[in-house]
T-cell receptor
Framework: NAGVTQTPKFRILKIGQSMTLQCAQDMNHNYMYWYRQDPGMGLKLIYY???????DKGEVPNGYNVSRSTTEDFPLRLELAAPSQTSVYFC???????????FGPGTRLTVL | GDSVTQMEGPVTLSEEAFLTINCTYT??????LFWYVQYPGEGLQLLLKATKADDKGSNKGFEATYRKETTSFHLEKGSVQVSDSAVYFCALSRTGFQKLVFGTGTRLLVSP
């Protein structure tokens, strides 16, 4: 049981490039989330999903897109990278909306 | 809106010292309260939680009591170990809302 996995661990992008952060979970959780963690700040919710085919915006969705075609996978897409998107990105999942969220190890993204 | 305020770190202690990390919250209704821990290079893990007033969450020697009258959820441990060195996040969630609201995190450093 791998839990929540994220790839890549680290990435450097140039301004204007695009990339997809991968997230997968093998716990059959229906809820999945993407957060970003900026230095000295708490985590902010970018997008979340309550099940395959259903996604919704969180607090800071601008500049990002998501899709949820399967229960297991929840990729996060950056279309035109900007320096303001330099952050650590965490994916999480839970079974139900008020149950414990399980987090992946994070992806550290730098946009130069 | 909902918010969580934590004491700033780092908190530096010697092994076997008593630990308190303060956390206060602002929210309407009756949120659930959580402490998450992030060890170096890892994602967040749930440490403990409390879902109603006067509940005490406990795990691995850590405790926190949900105090509605003071809107607080302070984390305590009687005798810290070097292995407790990590960043601790206080968080809340409201029933029906699909997100956690995090504090900024408090780094704990324990020396031998």
């Amino acid at each position: 049981n791998a839990g929540v996995t994220q790839t890549p661990k680290f990435r450097i992008l140039k301004i204007g490039q695009s990339m997809t952060l991968q997230c997968a979970q093998d716990m059959n959780h229906n809820y999945m989330y993407w957060y970003r963690q900026d230095p000295g700040m708490g985590l902010k919710l970018i997008y979340y999903s309550v099940g395959a085919g259903i996604t919704d915006k969180g607090e800071v969705p601008n500049g990002y897109n998501v899709s949820r075609s399967t229960t297991e996978d929840f990729p996060l897409r950056l279309e035109l990278a900007a320096p303001s998107q330099t952050s650590v990105y965490f994916c999480a999942s839970s079974y139900g909306q008020n149950n414990e969220q399980f987090f992946g190890p994070g992806t550290r993204l730098t946009v130069l | 809106g909902d918010s969580v305020t934590q004491m700033e770190g780092p908190v530096t202690l010697s092994e076997e010292a008593f630990l308190t990390i303060n956390c206060t919250y602002t929210a309407t209704g009756y949120p659930s309260l959580f402490w998450y821990v992030q060890y170096p290079g890892e994602g967040l893990q749930l440490l403990l939680k409390a879902t109603k007033a006067d509940d005490k969450g406990s795990n691995k020697g850590f405790e926190a009591t949900y105090r509605k009258e003071t809107t607080s959820f302070h984390l305590e441990k009687g005798s810290v170990q070097v292995s407790d060195s990590a960043v601790y996040f206080c968080a809340l969630s409201r029933t029906g809302f699909q997100k956690l609201v995090f504090g900024t995190g408090t780094r704990l450093l324990v020396s031998p």
